[in-house]
């Protein structure tokens, strides 16, 4: 990912005013819609100021992919994430070190965010450049709660959610989707040496990691993914309880996102290869149909989505 404007040299505070706020929600929302091309349409629905927070928040998760990619040798935590979580410290201190730190700082602030679910975000981060692997399911989808749920859990606000019951099902369709997402990228992450699957689960299905890599169709392929699926199915059941309890256009925004994730897992399960496809698991066709759904006001057809009764 390239670096975001950058308002200060190292050791010094930027001074936030309106006006560099403005500009840099901007330069936000122009990256963020760029790394979230496939999903970024489900917010078009929204009002400038959610959408203006939501992509705060969303370059606050580039941030944490960035680290998903480093790797320490000695098994503590790196520098350069100590550095990142004193600046975000800082930051709500009314010391900000960058225009996106002053941005993320303002939407928490407009909308309610707690601060708690960016700081989870990282510690997960942290724990992956650490140990580099998960040994088993549980110890992945802890770390999916902490990091895909607790952003679901920080967007959660920005889509209409009030007082404490959204928490639960936000962690849990949070973690349904990030999940999916890592399962359907499961290949590109292997050439990537990012080794996001549990080891057990290899074992258990004497998956060959290096055949996946070259896209190689296997039983063993099929039996793993397969039985991810059969697991991230009740998060889904349980995280499309959140629906209901955000506002209009939140409902809107979160269901054509369900919807979107809903449609790559069945797919996965139905047919477990399609995660070798270069082109993604979902085709051109079948991605434009869920965009029209939501440009045309008929999303919400997951089955997992909890009854709501504004939509």
Avoid at 46 to 54: I, Q, S, V
Avoid at 68 to 93: H, M, N, P, Q, T
Avoid at 164 to 192: E, W
Avoid at 275 to 303: C, F, N, W, Y
Wanted: hydrophobic letters at 40%; proline letters at 3%.
């Amino acid at each position: 990912m390239k670096a975001m404007s950058n308002e200060t040299i190292e050791n010094e505070f930027v001074t936030v005013t309106d006006a560099l706020k403005e500009r840099d929600y901007k330069n936000c929302l122009k990256t963020t819609r760029k790394f979230f091309a496939p999903t970024a349409w489900v917010t078009a629905n929204l009002p400038a100021e959610n959408k203006k927070a939501l992509a705060a928040l969303a370059w606050h998760l580039m941030r944490c992919v960035d680290f998903l990619d480093l790797e320490s040798v000695d098994g503590l935590s790196l520098d350069i994430w100590k550095e990142r979580l004193y600046e975000l410290s800082d930051a709500f201190c009314g010391k900000c070190r960058s225009a996106e730190d002053a941005v993320l700082v303002d939407a928490l602030n407009r909308f309610g965010i707690p601060k708690e679910h960016l700081f989870e975000m990282m510690t997960a981060a942290d724990s992956w450049s650490r140990t580099r692997q998960f040994a088993t399911y549980e110890d992945m989808e802890l770390f999916s709660a902490k990091f895909g749920g607790s952003m679901m859990a920080a967007c959660a606000p920005v889509l209409g959610a009030d007082g404490t019951d959204y928490f639960r099902p936000a962690i849990q369709c949070g973690q349904a989707i990030h999940l999916t997402h890592m399962l359907a990228s499961l290949v590109p992450n292997l050439k990537q040496h990012q080794a996001l699957y549990a080891d057990a689960d290899v074992r258990r299905t004497g998956l060959s990691v290096t055949r996946t890599m070259m896209r190689q169709s296997s039983p063993e392929l099929k039996q793993f993914v397969r039985l991810q699926t059969s697991r991230i199915e009740k998060l889904f059941i349980a995280g499309g309880e959140l629906v209901p309890l955000l506002d209009f256009g939140g409902k809107r925004t979160m269901s054509s996102l369900l919807d979107y994730y809903w449609a790559v897992f069945c797919k996965m399960r139905a047919q477990p290869d399609s995660i070798l496809d270069t082109t993604g698991v979902l085709s051109q066709r079948e991605k434009l149909a869920l965009r029209t759904r939501h440009v045309m006001g008929t999303e919400g057809k997951a089955p997992v989505i909890g009854v709501s009764h504004g939509h």
